[in-house]
T-cell receptor, first 109, second 117 residues
Framework: TQLLEQSPQFLSIQEGENLTVYCNSS?????LQWYRQEPGEGPVLLVT?????EVKKLKRLTFQFGDARKDSSLHITAAQPGDTGLYLC?????????FGGGTRLMVKP | GAGVSQTPSNKVTEKGKYVELRCDPI?????LYWYRQSLGQGPEFLIY????????DSGLPNDRFFAVRPEGSVSTLKIQRTERGDSAVYLC???????????????FGPGTRLTVL
C-alpha cells in the first residue's frame, strides 16, 4: 500500500494539451518532491516544495503544495512529446523519502 | 563530474542464487540509500547509510537482503537465495550530510535491473 497515492496512473494526450497530476496522502510531510524518470535511468528531481500553499513554476510546469502539506499537484501547460515520462511524487520526513506509485505520461505529436 | 554509478546495469540469475549489486555514490556524499522499483511502481525504500553505518534498514523485506558500506563510500547490496519476486530495478541514491531540519536532495543512479529466472 502506497502512503502517497498518485492519479492518474496513466495519461495519454495530444501535443498542446494541458494536464494535471495529483499526489495525495493522509500523512503530513516536511517537504514534497516531484521527480521525472526516463526508461533505464534513475529519477531526476524537478522541484521541492516546503511551505503549505507554496506554488513553484518551472517553465511550463506548475507545482503546488497543499495548505496542510499532505497533497500536491503538478500541472503541465501545452504538453510536448519531450514531456513523456514517469512522474513521481515523494514525501520527505527528515532525510527519508516515500514515493508515490507514479504517473506515466505519454504526449503524442 | 561523475554522478552515482551502479554495476552491473543488468543481472540475470537463477532462483536460489546469491547476487551482489554495487553502488558508487557521488564523491563527498555521506548519505547513501537503496531503493527497489518494481515494474509500474514507484521506488520503495530499502536501507539508508550515514557514513559506514546503516542508519535505517527498516525497508529490507527479509533477512535474505543485506547491505554494507565498509569505508563509507561504495556500497554493496547482497541478496541471498534469490526468489522470482526479487526481480526489480534496484536504485541507489546519495546525498550530502543530512541536516536535521531540512531535506538534502538525493541523486539517483541508473539502477541495476535484476531478473530472477
Amino acid at each position: 500500500t502506497q502512503l502517497l497515492e498518485q492519479s492518474p496512473q496513466f495519461l495519454s494526450i495530444q501535443e498542446g494539451e494541458n494536464l494535471t497530476v495529483y499526489c495525495n496522502s493522509s500523512s503530513v510531510f516536511s517537504s514534497l518532491q516531484w521527480y521525472r524518470q526516463e526508461p533505464g535511468e534513475g529519477p531526476v528531481l524537478l522541484v521541492t516544495v516546503v511551505t503549505g500553499g507554496e506554488v513553484k513554476k518551472l517553465k511550463r510546469l506548475t507545482f503546488q503544495f497543499g495548505d496542510a502539506r499532505k497533497d500536491s499537484s503538478l500541472h503541465i501547460t501545452a504538453a510536448q512529446p519531450g514531456d513523456t515520462g514517469l512522474y513521481l511524487c515523494a514525501g520527505a520526513r527528515g532525510n527519508m523519502l516515500t514515493f508515490g506509485g507514479g504517473t506515466r505520461l505519454m504526449v503524442k505529436p | 563530474g561523475a554522478g552515482v554509478s551502479q554495476t552491473p546495469s543488468n543481472k540475470v540469475t537463477e532462483k536460489g542464487k546469491y547476487v551482489e549489486l554495487r553502488c558508487d555514490p557521488i564523491s563527498g556524499h555521506t548519505a547513501l540509500y537503496w531503493y527497489r522499483q518494481s515494474l509500474g511502481q514507484g521506488p520503495e525504500f530499502l536501507i539508508y547509510f550515514q557514513g559506514t553505518g546503516a542508519a535505517d534498514d527498516s525497508g529490507l523485506p527479509n533477512d535474505r537482503f543485506f547491505a554494507v558500506r565498509p569505508e563509507g563510500s561504495v556500497s554493496t547490496l547482497k541478496i541471498q537465495r534469490t526468489e522470482r519476486g526479487d526481480s526489480a530495478v534496484y536504485l541507489c541514491a546519495s546525498s550530502l550530510t543530512p541536516k536535521t531540519s531540512s531535506y538534502n536532495e538525493q541523486f539517483f543512479g541508473p539502477g541495476t535491473r535484476l531478473t530472477v529466472l
